[in-house]
Structure formats: C-alpha cells, structure tokens
C-alpha cells in the first residue's frame, strides 16, 4: 500500500510533534531504537530534529531473540532494551527522548527508571505508519480537551458503563492512577504516545466488577481485528471468571489468554475513553497490519477503552495483554455522562 520514503509533509509532521514537546534548537534528542524499528521514522525523527536544529543521536538495539509462547503486538512492553541498563543511564541527559523501538517502552522495566530520576521526558511513537499519524493530530483545542476530562477523571471516585449490547460496568476510582494521552510531552518525568486523545484510569486492586460484552464491530487491537460475534467478560474484582462467547474472536482471546500460562492473565488493567476526533473506527479496515500498531484505534472519539493485563497500580504482572475498544457505550464518571451511547459528551470546550 505505502512507498515507504520520506516525504517533506511527514518531516514537517515530526518537526511540530517534537516542537509541541518543547524540543529547540538548543535540545538534545535521543532517539531510541531496535534493529527491526520503522526504519521511516527513525529517519523522520532526525530529519526533523536537524530541521529544528536540535542535536540528536540514536540507541539502537539488536532486536532480541523472542522468548514469548505467542506472538506479542501492540502490547507497549518492547523488550529491546533488555540488557542495556548500563548504558540507559546516559539518556537522561537528553531533553527529549523518543521511542521508536517496534512495541514501546511505555510499560516496559527499562527505560521508565532510567529517565525517572532525572525528570527525564519520552514520547513513544511506536510501530505506526506516517500517513496514520499524518490525520490522527489533535489541535490546541483537543488537547485541552483531554486535559479538562483527564482533571475530572483524577477527582472521581466512580466510574460505571453500560450498553445495549450487555455491558454492565461498576469501578471503584478510590486509589486509581489516573494518566492522559496527547501527544505533548512537555514537563518534566512525562512520558506518553503520539497520536494522543484518551484519558485512562489504572484502578486499584479489586475495584472492578460487572460484564464486559464486546460487540461485533468492536476492536481487539492485540489481534488488530474487528470482532464478528459477540464475547462476554465476566468479571469479579479484577478477574475474568468466565468469557462467553463461541465465535472465533472469543476463541482466539481464551486460546491466546491461556498460552501464557500466568496466574493474572485475565485480570483487568486500565479503563478510559477516546477523545480523538480525526481518529476513525473504520481505518483498520483499510491498513495491512504491519502499517498500524492500533494507537488510532484506541483513541477514536467515543470509544470505551478497556485494558485487560499487567497493572503496576492493581500489583500485577502478565505479559498477556489486550486493548480493547468498545463502541455505543455510555460512560459515566460519578454522575457526569462522559460518553452518551459512543459519543464523548463531557465539555469539549472551555466552558471559560
Ligand atoms: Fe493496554
């Protein structure tokens, strides 16, 4: 479908992505990569990065042998730096650092501690193709946007989701890390992805109870396809006990859940809702799967974002992992309507 070469709108791209993220002229960038990376946008990084006129370099790692049962995509816990941790150190001097490494170190144990202590900042562009990211953009507007839910979310202490296909969702928020995605990362210690637009809650442990259907139409971005029949989640403080459901999609979760054979495979992780406009529901429809890592699919406006995995917040740890985006839900956060049936209803704009 793509010529992969560079192009000057996607140089001006990167250039106002890593501007938005403060870099200057007198920035050091660090570029972190693997031998398997989007070759296009490490290129695009530097080019845009020379434009600005910042110094920048590059880490990049020999993508490492797999050692998983399954194939892992989309999970944002790249292993690429795995026995790097003497050297990661020296990335904290950079202003910015950004993550082109093919999953993402967004939930990984190694690049987060390295820059933690220095108030180092990353953005994570991850394995997506420049034309996605080229409509996925969010405007000064959008990002205040999702600064304004974010703030709401952060002070909440319930969140509860329904649907007409079945969902039926309770959430304690008491001791929930709520976090927001927009593709700015400008202060200090942030790290986030680009393209950005969702806001998402980490609750803590045994916080989540009710049933989870997913709708034919809705996405598995682990498996980077729409679902055909629906599936339900049955879930009791955190746990799937039970996923009902015999189409192939339900198959595929049960069959790609039990390869790991970890204890908190089906436990639950995070939960949020997308905020992003120019992101589109129907655009995976139209990328073969090595050109989108599922980013625009978890941020379309209106989505129900359901995280199923690991959880620093909850205490556990798997590398089962699953995003999955519900459409036609109603989302509300104590007693605001955030989401009504699909559609982001909270304040779009500044109400000031
Ligand atoms: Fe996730």
């Known amino acids: 479908m793509f010529a992969d070469r560079i192009e000057a709108k996607w140089i001006r791209m990167f250039q106002d992505a890593l501007v938005r993220c403060g870099v200057t002229e007198k920035s050091l960038v660090g570029i972190v990569a693997e031998t398997q990376s989007r070759e296009l946008n490490?290129?695009?990084?530097?080019?845009?990065?020379?434009?600005?006129?910042?110094?920048?370099?590059?880490?990049?790692?020999?993508?490492?042998?797999?050692?998983?049962?399954?194939?892992?995509?989309?999970?944002?816990?790249?292993?690429?730096?795995?026995?790097?941790?003497?050297?990661?150190?020296?990335?904290?001097?950079?202003?910015?650092?950004?993550?082109?490494?093919?999953?993402?170190?967004?939930?990984?144990?190694?690049?987060?501690?390295?820059?933690?202590?220095?108030?180092?900042?990353?953005?994570?562009?991850?394995?997506?193709?420049?034309?996605?990211?080229?409509?996925?953009?969010?405007?000064?507007?959008?990002?205040?946007?999702?600064?304004?839910?974010?703030?709401?979310?952060?002070?909440?202490?319930?969140?509860?989701?329904?649907?007409?296909?079945?969902?039926?969702?309770?959430?304690?928020?008491?001791?929930?890390?709520?976090?927001?995605?927009?593709?700015?990362?400008?202060?200090?210690?942030?790290?986030?992805?680009?393209?950005?637009?969702?806001?998402?809650?980490?609750?803590?442990?045994?916080?989540?109870?009710?049933?989870?259907?997913?709708?034919?139409?809705?996405?598995?971005?682990?498996?980077?396809?729409?679902?055909?029949?629906?599936?339900?989640?049955?879930?009791?403080n955190d746990i799937i006990v039970e996923v009902i459901g015999d189409g192939v999609d339900a198959e595929l979760f049960r069959a790609y859940s039990a390869a790991w054979n970890e204890a908190n495979a089906l436990t639950t992780a995070h939960f949020g809702w997308g905020m992003n406009p120019r992101a589109k529901w129907e655009s995976l429809a139209m990328y073969d799967k090595r050109d989108t890592n599922g980013i625009e699919a978890r941020a379309f406006a209106g989505n129900f974002l359901v995280g199923i995995g690991a959880s620093s917040v909850a205490k556990r740890d798997t590398q089962n992992h699953f995003d999955i985006p519900l459409r036609n839900t109603t989302v509300k956060v104590d007693d605001i309507t955030v989401v009504d049936r699909g559609r982001v209803c909270f304040p779009a704009v500044d109400a000031a």
């Not at 939930?107 to 108030?119: D, F, N």
């Not at 974010?150 to 309770?170: H, I, P």
């Not at 989540?208 to 879930?235: E, H, Q």
């Open 42 to 236: 490490v290129h695009l990084v530097e080019l845009a990065a020379g434009m600005i006129g910042a110094r920048c370099f590059k880490l990049v790692a020999i993508t490492p042998p797999v050692t998983t049962p399954v194939p892992t995509r989309s999970n944002g816990t790249s292993m690429a730096l795995i026995g790097l941790e003497a050297v990661l150190p020296a990335l904290a001097a950079c202003d910015l650092v950004v993550d082109l490494t093919m999953e993402g170190c967004l939930h990984s144990p190694h690049l987060r501690p390295a820059l933690a202590a220095a108030g180092g900042r990353a953005i994570y562009i991850l394995n997506e193709h420049p034309e996605g990211l080229e409509r996925a953009w969010l405007s000064d507007a959008d990002v205040a946007a999702v600064e304004r839910n974010y703030e709401m979310l952060a002070a909440a202490r319930q969140m509860t989701v329904v649907s007409d296909a079945g969902t039926d969702l309770t959430i304690d928020l008491a001791g929930q890390v709520a976090t927001r995605v927009t593709g700015v990362v400008d202060r200090p210690g942030a790290m986030g992805h680009w393209p950005g637009g969702l806001v998402v809650t980490y609750p803590a442990a045994g916080c989540v109870n009710g049933r989870i259907v997913v709708d034919a139409g809705d996405i598995n971005c682990t498996f980077k396809r729409y679902g055909d029949r629906p599936m339900t989640l049955v879930i009791e």
